[in-house]
Antibody, heavy 119, light 112 residues
Framework: QVTLKESGPGILQPSQTLSLTCTFS??????????VGWIRQPSGKGLEWLAN???????YYNPSLKNRLTISKDTSNNQAFLKITNVDTADTATYYC???????????WGQGASVTVSS | DVVLTQTPSTLSATIGQSVSISCRSS???????????LYWYLQRPGQSPQLLIY???NLGSGVPNRFSGSGSGTDFTLKISGVEAEDLGVYYC?????????FGGGTKLELK
């Protein structure tokens, strides 16, 4: 059974760096074709893809946010990470991580972590 | 950038009614290997999105066969043949080409 769970700070102030962790089980990021993606959703709005990381450490970023995003992984501990620098209120959202396969599909999602940026 | 446009934005249906949702892409989603990277997701109220359809027409694991996907190139459709109460929520199409992933704006399915 594949499970993913996101964790984060809950609340942070503008200009700080947001650090998110995705802890997963049921698959390995050392397996060929596996990946983890990050997606966010402001309250009442749609989904926005942020970044992906793959078994071979290949990384892809949303071009509109690329300068602020860093994705990484710890294969031995089944974790993936996302950092967003210089946050502001527009980064307030629920952040999801999802397992991905080599068809590019996000086939299992975490429950989401709520992040609020406020002074 | 690839833009996905979903119509309608809201869909009202009765239980048992068949409905369709359209997803139109600003660029072809067919790659050089012949794969078309178009997917459909359902997000029920208060829940995470769940995969319904991958690669245009393939049902995700455990997805009822009243859901079907079709289309090619830039025009795609999700059909629900006989809406059930558990199908209510927001439907999103998503594409994965040119090393970017993009979601459509969503279609909210509600009871009439």
């Amino acid at each position: 059974q594949v499970t993913l769970k996101e964790s984060g700070p809950g609340i942070l102030q503008p200009s700080q760096t947001l650090s998110l962790t995705c802890t997963f089980s049921g698959f390995s990021l050392s397996t060929y074709g596996m990946g983890v993606g990050w997606i966010r959703q402001p309250s009442g709005k749609g989904l926005e893809w942020l970044a992906n990381i793959w078994w071979d450490d290949d990384k892809y970023y949303n071009p509109s946010l690329k300068n602020r995003l860093t994705i990484s992984k710890d294969t031995s501990n089944n974790q993936a990470f996302l950092k967003i620098t210089n946050v502001d209120t527009a980064d307030t959202a629920t952040y999801y991580c999802a397992r991905m396969d080599n068809y590019g599909v996000m086939d299992a999602w975490g429950q989401g972590a709520s992040v609020t940026v406020s002074s | 950038d690839v833009v996905l446009t979903q119509t309608p934005s809201t869909l009202s249906a009765t239980i048992g009614q068949s409905v369709s949702i359209s997803c139109r892409s600003s660029q072809s989603l067919l790659d050089s290997a012949g794969n078309t990277y178009l997917y459909w997701y359902l997000q029920r109220p208060g829940q995470s999105p769940q995969l319904l359809i991958y690669l245009v027409s393939n049902l995700g694991s455990g997805v009822p066969n009243r859901f079907s996907g079709s289309g090619s190139g830039t025009d795609f459709t999700l059909k629900i043949s006989g809406v059930e109460a558990e199908d209510l929520g927001v439907y999103y199409c998503m594409q994965a080409t040119h090393a970017t992933w993009t979601f459509g704006g969503g279609t909210k399915l509600e009871l009439k």
